[in-house]
């Protein structure tokens, strides 16, 4: 139902394009999330956008330097990560839901995950 990609190594400071298709039964009146994991740690919400593209919302983490967009168009849901940073580092994940939130168990589709290393 949704594939992400778009993730890889890259320096400290520098930017990755995440992107996140989606097909099925998720259509546009889905909410749209990225979050992400480290190892040992718990699924963190990132960004989340409404089904028009109208709204979204960031964690204070990212704010100001990661942007989330979609082209219902295209079913396609992207992440642009600007200055990133080694705390960047984990597997992100895509999800779509049918409600505005920040708990990745209200999400009813995950894409498989895209590996993201930052190096310092």
């Known amino acids: 139902q949704l594939q992400a990609s778009g993730g890889g190594l890259v320096q400290a400071g520098g930017s990755l394009r995440l992107s996140c298709t989606a097909s099925g039964r998720i259509s546009s009146v889905y909410v749209l999330g990225w979050f992400r994991q480290a190892p040992g740690k718990e699924r963190e919400f990132i960004a989340m956008i409404t089904g028009s593209g109208i709204s979204t919302n960031y964690a204070d983490s990212v704010k100001g330097r990661f942007t989330i967009s979609r082209d219902n168009a295209k079913s396609a849901l992207y992440l642009q990560m600007n200055s990133l940073k080694f705390e960047d580092t984990a597997v992100y994940y895509c999800?779509?839901?049918?409600?505005?939130?920040?708990?990745?168990?209200?999400?009813?589709?995950w894409g498989q995950g895209t590996q993201v290393t930052v190096s310092s």
């Open positions: 999800g779509a839901g049918r409600r505005f939130t920040r708990e990745a168990g209200r999400y009813d589709y």
